[in-house]
């Protein structure tokens, strides 16, 4: 069976042709973002957050807009705390790092939680680099808090592909 071959026929079929390349292109284009991964450091027995050298090496002007944590211990996942980084900043290390509970809050935010031992719990730090090379859109990890041998909190960074950040129970 065969088909008329008209200039109608052949203009639709370019069309079609053409809306197919553009729906492929944007669903692509969605795949090529990344999560980077988040840097979990302990400052003053609390958590504190920063985007790693490793991530920097990527795209050095990152700024961070916001940050939050979940307790990703619970299902569903529930905020414990959440704030607004006004103006954007660029953590990267220890001495910038954004630590738990400290930033101020809006009005209409919570306060920060208690974190407990035991749990695992989720930071996301809303941000990327200036560079529009870099398909980073956010840097994220999971932490827990454990009582070591001398009875103090310690953060524990928890790695991915680990029974504890499938199970969300830290050992």
């Known amino acids: 069976m065969s088909f008329p071959s008209t ?13 197919l390349a553009l729906c ?12 980077g991964e988040a840097g979990v450091l302990e400052k003053d027995g609390l958590p504190c957050f920063v985007v790693p050298a490793r991530e920097l090496a990527r795209g050095p002007n990152v700024r961070v807009r916001a940050v939050s ?13 959440r704030a607004w980084i006004d103006p ?3 953590p990267s290390s220890a001495a910038d790092c954004i630590a738990y509970g400290q930033l101020p809050a809006r009005p209409e935010d919570p306060p920060p939680a208690v974190l407990q031992t035991g749990k695992v719990y989720e930071v996301y730090l809303n941000g990327r680099s200036s560079d529009p090379s870099d398909a980073t859109r956010g840097y994220a990890a999971k ?12 953060v524990i960074p928890v790695m991915r592909g680990t029974s504890a950040w499938h199970d969300g129970v830290c050992r």
């Open 88 to 90: 954007p900043a660029a």
């Open 24 to 35: 492929a292109a944007l669903g692509s284009a969605g795949a090529m973002s990344r999560m």
């Open 7 to 19: 200039p109608r026929t052949r203009s639709i079929c370019l069309q079609g042709l053409v809306a």
């Open 143 to 154: 932490f827990c808090l454990a009582v070591d041998a001398a009875g103090a909190r310690r």
């Open 69 to 81: 944590v979940s307790d990703a211990s619970t299902q569903p996942v529930v905020s414990v705390w």
